[in-house]
């Protein structure tokens, strides 16, 4: 079945260290994103990537990196320069960015808390 | 500035109720899209509905329907006959264009809950 996997489904991680939240998907879509969802509000973009080999920051960028290395695979890295990381991450998919029609489609999430 | 307001932060009904959830929204592009999502316990976002600008005619899905009116700028969401797997948080989105490329605002969410 075509989707968008995340792994870990949840992720614990010590202060200080950096870890990578995997995002892979199946949909041959061109643009992906990731977004951070704090409970009880909305989702922010964190990063979104158009084609491979390029990624534009999006609302909330800072403490975090990504590639886009293959179409399939857009990994995220939350980096120790994140202050507050504990969070839900969301990552989604489209066929194409620019197109205003594209829906974005989205995996199950990693949830990750920082003890 | 975009921007989305749901205004509703949690809904509570009992089951085979109707309920009507709100969005509102800002824009200055004349071209536009919203979109519904449902969000239940497990986390993922459930794609419902996109809507563009130019089609004011109301859609109905089975139980759901939607309501779209740009002289309010309002994109309300309707549930007839409420089951408790509609328990969920929804939300409401509006595309944003920026240069090449386009962004979802959300909004932050309305959660409702559906009691047997």
């Known amino acids: 079945d075509g989707g968008i996997t995340q792994s870990p489904k949840y992720l614990f991680r010590k202060e200080g260290q950096n870890v990578t939240l995997s995002c892979e998907q199946n949909?041959?879509?061109?643009?992906m994103y990731w977004y951070r969802q704090d409970p009880g509000q909305g989702l922010r973009l964190i990063y979104y990537?158009?084609?491979?080999?390029?990624?534009q920051k999006g609302d909330i960028a800072e403490g975090y990196s990504v590639s886009r290395e293959k179409k399939e695979s857009f990994p995220l890295t939350v980096t120790s320069a994140q202050k507050n990381p504990t969070a839900f991450y969301l990552c989604?998919?489209?066929?194409?960015?620019?197109?205003?029609?594209?829906?974005?489609?989205f995996g199950p999430g990693t949830r990750l808390t920082v003890l | 500035a975009q921007k989305v307001t749901q205004a509703q932060t949690e809904i509570s009904v009992v089951e085979k109720e109707d309920v009507t959830l709100d969005c509102v929204y800002e824009t200055r592009d004349t071209t536009y899209y919203l979109f519904w999502y449902k969000q239940p316990p497990s986390g993922e976002l459930v794609f419902l509905i996109r809507r563009n600008s130019f089609d004011e005619q109301n859609e109905i899905s089975g139980r759901y329907s939607w309501n779209f009116q740009k002289s309010t700028s309002s994109f309300n969401f309707t549930i007839t006959a409420s089951q408790v797997v509609d328990s969920a948080v929804y939300f409401c989105?509006?595309?944003?264009?920026?240069?090449?490329?386009?962004?979802?605002?959300f909004g932050s969410g309305t959660r409702l809950l559906v009691r047997p």
């Open positions: 990537s158009q084609i491979v080999n390029d990624f």
């Open positions: 949909l041959n879509h061109d643009a």
């Open positions: 989105a509006l595309s944003e264009g920026v240069d090449s490329s386009y962004k979802l605002i």
């Open positions: 989604a998919s489209s066929i194409e960015q620019g197109i205003r029609t594209d829906t974005q489609y």
